[in-house]
């Protein structure tokens, strides 16, 4: 389940804001942020963002394509929330903590809804607003995902970037008292030719929709890519490769992403006060690709989604989702990565706290030959 911090942050005050649809908005977020993380706990063993094993079993079949269109978070004003889900062959409707309802389909394409005990229909629907009038009692609720693995999910920045840009080059990291590892960066593109880069910081396709970076790179400190590389080693038999999305991340971004970050969101960037363990050059942002197409895996949330979906323990999406997710956890936490509790695709080295906090930019740091490093 979510740790007390994380649950904390979902649960604190957000502040006062200027008008009562301001407040209504975030009232709803939180609300229903909250449920996903009850909901989360009530179906999973294994909680995020601690080092305990995951077991992935089989892969299992992708749900049928006609059930899609209904997969996903369906939230109102109202505060009702409720998920469609495929899990193990069956579709199904979980609402709360309670358990959930299976969903069985007629030849004529249409869903009953069944109670477990007894054993009868509830409710039929036909389409996912069906779903809405039915289980939320309202046409109001609004089915969520964000399931395309090429769009980033995009946020509103709370005020200008060239204003907040300016202002995090102009000030430094926060000073640490403490004898640290010296620095080793490694380009991870140069470690092996199955480890592809999609840098969106590099370009519009983020969650702030304009570049961050001025080059598209990422390294990572010398234990960290090597470890990198043997979670990459023990993927390839199964058929896949690792897409990076970042690396380490000079202290002024980290300081970027807070500023441009409403405080609702926060649980999903790191302080700039305490520096963030990309800064460290000891965290990774990445995902599974197909060896054979290229193509990106698609996992239940998208990379940087806020969102509960975004949990490395939500069980919503597709069995197949799930498992891939738990898969890329898997080989990484193998070599002694630990997953973010509110990121499935963040993951920080063990030894990230002997690192000290960086902020140079791509074009400026000096290098050693990768290959020296590597052996």
């Not at 604190?12 to 229903?32: F, H, K, Q």
């Not at 996903?36 to 080092?51: D, E, I």
């Not at 609702?264 to 990445?286: K, M, T, W, Y």
């Not at 498992?323 to 499935?344: N, P």
């Amino acid at each position: 389940m979510p740790s007390k911090r994380l649950k904390d942050k979902l649960l604190r005050p957000v502040g006062n804001y200027r008008t009562d649809r301001r407040r209504t908005v975030v009232a709803a977020r939180l609300a229903a942020m909250t449920v996903f993380a009850m909901y989360c706990a009530s179906l999973t063993s294994v909680s995020a963002g601690q080092n305990a094993p995951v077991e992935i079993g089989a892969k299992p079949a992708d749900a049928p394509e006609r059930w899609k269109p209904l997969i996903g978070s369906y939230v109102s004003t109202e505060k009702v929330t409720f998920e469609i889900l495929e899990n193990n062959g069956a579709l199904e409707l979980k609402k709360g903590t309670k358990d959930p309802l299976t969903l069985r389909e007629t030849a004529g394409g249409t869903f009953l809804i069944y109670d477990r005990q007894p054993a009868v229909p509830v409710s039929s629907v036909k389409d996912s607003q069906g779903v809405k009038e039915i289980i939320a009692g309202t046409v109001h609720a609004e089915r969520q995902r964000y399931g395309d693995v090429a769009r980033s999910f995009r946020m509103t920045p709370l005020r200008r970037l060239d204003e907040i840009r300016k202002e995090a080059l102009a000030v430094g990291p926060p000073h640490e008292e403490k004898t640290f590892r010296k620095a080793e960066l490694v380009e991870l593109s140069r470690m092996d030719p199955a480890i592809h880069l999609e840098i969106r910081y590099a370009t519009t396709n983020n969650f702030l929709g304009t570049p961050v970076y001025t080059q598209a790179r990422a390294f990572l400190q010398r234990p960290a890519a090597v470890a990198l590389v043997r979670a990459l080693n023990a993927l390839k038999p199964l058929g896949y490769g690792l897409l990076i999305h970042d690396g380490y991340r000079p202290w002024y971004v980290t300081k970027m992403f807070w500023e441009a970050t409403p405080a609702e969101d926060r649980i999903f960037v790191a302080d700039p006060a305490q520096g963030s363990r990309h800064n460290r050059g000891c965290a990774v942002d990445l995902t599974l690709y197909d060896l054979k197409t290229g193509a990106p895996i698609e996992m239940p949330g998208t990379y940087d989604e806020m969102s509960p979906r975004s949990f490395p323990n939500y069980p919503g999406g597709t069995s197949l989702q799930r498992w891939h997710r738990d898969l890329l956890r898997h080989a990484m936490e193998s070599e002694g990565f630990t997953v973010y509790e509110a990121e499935w695709w963040h993951f920080d080295y063990k030894d990230w706290a002997e690192y000290p906090i960086l902020n140079i930019p791509f074009e400026k740091l000096n290098l050693k030959a990768t290959a020296a490093l590597v052996n």
